[in-house]
């Protein structure tokens, strides 16, 4: 089953790490994905753009376009991944493994997926 890990932390915090912290953080992340992807269980991977790049497109009798993503949490959603795991602790463990800076990780299956054809 595929379950997307979605990282969550304090954006304007994250954005003023140095360069060295930046660098340990990823790192310690690149331990966890190597492992993944050694086991063939490793999908798409993305950092977001900082949220004052964000638009929201909102349902309602006519749809309307916001500028920010608008959500109501202290955290930001910084990026995914997504993973291949036989059972949600195992999504859970792979999890676990990224923490170490604060924030959290979300943890939810996928239901449907399709690669497309982008290129990075």
């Not at 050694?38 to 900082?50: D, E, K, S």
């Not at 009798?61 to 602790?89: H, I, M, N, S, W």
């Amino acid at each position: 089953m595929l379950y997307s890990i979605l990282c969550y932390n304090l954006e304007n915090v994250v954005g003023a790490w140095p360069k060295e912290k930046e660098e340990a953080v990823m790192a310690h992340h690149g331990k966890i994905l190597n492992e993944l992807a050694a086991q063939g269980r490793l999908g798409p991977v993305a950092r977001l753009m900082p949220t004052t790049t964000a638009t929201t497109v909102r349902a309602g009798r006519e749809p309307v376009v916001l500028d920010g993503p608008f959500a109501e949490t202290k955290e930001q959603l910084l990026g995914f991944y997504v993973v291949d795991c036989a059972t949600l602790d195992d999504a859970l463990d792979a999890a676990r493994g990224m923490l170490g800076e604060g924030g959290a990780f979300e943890v939810r299956p996928i239901r449907a997926f399709s690669p497309g054809n982008l290129r990075a």
